[in-house]
């Protein structure tokens, strides 16, 4: 393992170890820096406040990962608040759970109220579809994802676009509202 890497993980492991941090509702959260070089200043945890912050959109190759009980989420820019396990991310975002995957401008993680947002060129990709948008609102609690700004849903089957679409996620459903245009094939049929 390379020693920058395991030098960052002893010093988290210090700091996490004689602070609350990272454990609103039991919820135990790392954070990983990888591929910065020694000698360069990745970021800084103020202890008081409770927040880390890191930026390494400079450093080719570089990362930032924080893990959560069952969300990963990836970029170059982070702001982590411990208290309330909020989560911001920018530049090359990413957030993969168990059933989606989600990429974005802007990821804004709301542990504790189970929510997350997500700001420009949004898409998610699930089993059963792929979403772009300009703007996800995500709401772990009622399973509800509102998408709006350019929203274009891709089946296997076809596809749906419009400016604001929900879905509700327990129950495979989509609600449109305005205007929508979509388009679908019989991917069943025998075609020689």
Known sequence: ?????????????????????ARAEGQVGTLEITGVPADVNAGRYDRDAGVFSADVS???????????????IVGKTMEWRTDDNYLFFTV???????DFELTGDAIEYFGDEKKLLSEGNVVVITEDATVYA?????????DEALFTGNVKVVFSDGGLEGERFLMLL??????FFGSFQGEFSDVNSDED
């Open 1 to 21: 393992m390379n020693r920058r890497f395991v030098g960052v993980v002893i010093v988290l492991a210090l700091l996490l170890g004689g602070t609350s941090m």
């Open 58 to 72: 400079e450093i080719v190759g570089a990362l930032i990962t924080v893990k959560l009980e069952d969300v990963t």
């Open 92 to 98: 090359d975002a990413k957030l993969t759970q168990e």
């Open 134 to 142: 300009d703007h996800l609102d995500y709401d772990e609690e009622t």
């Open 170 to 175: 327990e129950k495979s459903e989509l609600r």
